[in-house]
């Protein structure tokens, strides 16, 4: 699958899959810098099994760690995303990866309102990194 066709809504028109591109960009140990990648919709089941890893009752922060290695799906060339590379990931990546988690699991769109500060238009921007609107 494709990334454009991994964005595409399912037949009940429900987009469940959201392309991003991250600010910065995960370096690899070979030192590949992968910055475009995939997150799903999370479960109920995304949110209460990493509530039973010893590392976050240890550290309640590691929950993001958890919960984001598991709705990103792809990241660039990366065979798997795990904990372990989201522990690796720049903190604006880090900052980027909650925010888009926010937006479509609870406000269930990628877009924002913005205003131009010469013109004073508003206009909606994708935060995923894809094209901008504008004036």
């Known amino acids: 699958m494709t990334m454009a066709e991994a964005v595409l809504p399912d037949e009940h028109g429900l987009q469940t899959t959201f392309e991003f591109e991250l600010p910065r960009g995960y370096v690899a ?19 209460i099994l990493p509530l039973r890893d010893p590392r976050v009752r240890d550290n309640e922060a590691y929950l993001t760690v958890l919960l984001l290695s598991r709705v990103v799906t792809s ?48 206009f909606a921007v994708d935060v995923t990194g894809g094209l901008s609107g504008g004036c």
């Open 29 to 47: 140990n070979d030192g590949t810098v992968h910055r475009r990648g995939i997150m799903r919709l999370a479960t109920a089941r995304d949110e």
């Open 75 to 122: 990241l660039g060339d990366l065979d798997q995303v795990n904990a372990s590379t989201i522990e690796g990931l720049f903190a604006p990546d880090l900052a980027f990866l909650q925010d888009l988690y926010r937006r479509i699991n609870q406000e269930g769109h990628t877009h924002a309102s913005v205003r131009c500060p010469s013109c004073e238009t508003e």
